[in-house]
């Protein structure tokens, strides 16, 4: 019954791999988000996607690839991992671009070592 | 760019006390958000704010909207350990969510 999910829920790696996030949602919504969280809890948007379209890409190092199969998956790939990229990311959606209410996943705890 | 500045940044209390937390800008907003993070969770929405002097309640939450629209605040009465979390405000801006950087509650039992 989970409406967003993520796997995995942790993920530690080195440096310089090329790791990929997943997330479905459930909820028959038009639009599904990736936002970071770092060390501070600051929580801020990376990408949107709008029905498999691609609406906003917040200036994020290329080495971040988002590929929505169809509008229930939103899936995140990083290449060449870097100390930096060490953060909480989290999915969500909304029934309509900054949609009333977003539906955020539990999270993917990711650690570059 | 139009920031959301959230005070206090850390708040930890004893069960039954009282808080206030306040989410600043300089800009005008059309509304604004709360969401509630628990540890190891993803946000959670508790209310969206639209009117200017809008007082929204919930259950022991209190949220209200400034009446120019650049501020908002969360009373919590008689705060529980279930309240601890991050409460986190944000705005919407140009077809994405802004938020402030959060205030972290502990309340202790």
């Known amino acids: 019954d989970t409406a967003v999910s993520q796997t995995p829920k942790y993920l530690v790696t080195q440096m310089g791999n090329d790791k990929s996030i997943k997330c479905e949602q459930n909820?028959?919504?038009?639009?599904m988000y990736w936002y970071k969280q770092d060390s501070k809890k600051f929580l801020k948007i990376m990408f949107s996607y709008n029905n498999k379209e691609l609406i906003i890409n917040e200036t994020v190092p290329n080495r971040f690839s988002p590929k929505s199969p169809d509008k229930a998956h939103l899936n995140l790939h990083i290449n060449s991992l870097e100390l930096g990229d060490s953060a909480v990311y989290f999915c969500?959606?909304?029934?309509?671009?900054?949609?009333?209410?977003?539906?955020f996943g539990p999270g993917t705890r990711l650690l570059v070592l | 760019t139009q920031l959301l500045e959230q005070s206090p940044q850390f708040l930890s209390i004893q069960e039954g006390e009282n808080l206030t937390v306040y989410c600043n800008s300089s800009?005008?907003?059309?509304?604004l958000q709360w969401y509630r993070q628990e540890p190891g969770e993803g946000p959670v929405l508790l209310v969206t704010?639209?009117?200017?002097?809008e007082v929204k309640k919930l259950k022991r939450l209190t949220f209200q909207f400034g009446d120019a629209r650049k501020d908002s605040s969360l009373h919590i009465t008689a705060a529980q350990p279930g309240d601890t979390g991050l409460y986190l405000c944000?705005?919407?801006?140009?077809?994405?969510?802004?938020f402030g950087q959060g205030t972290t509650l502990q309340v202790k039992p």
């Open positions: 944000a705005r919407r801006n140009t077809g994405k969510l802004i």
């Open positions: 969500a959606s909304s029934q309509a671009p900054v949609g009333e209410t977003q539906y």
């Open positions: 909820l028959g919504h038009d639009t």
């Open positions: 800009s005008v907003f059309s509304s």
């Open positions: 704010v639209v009117t200017g002097g």
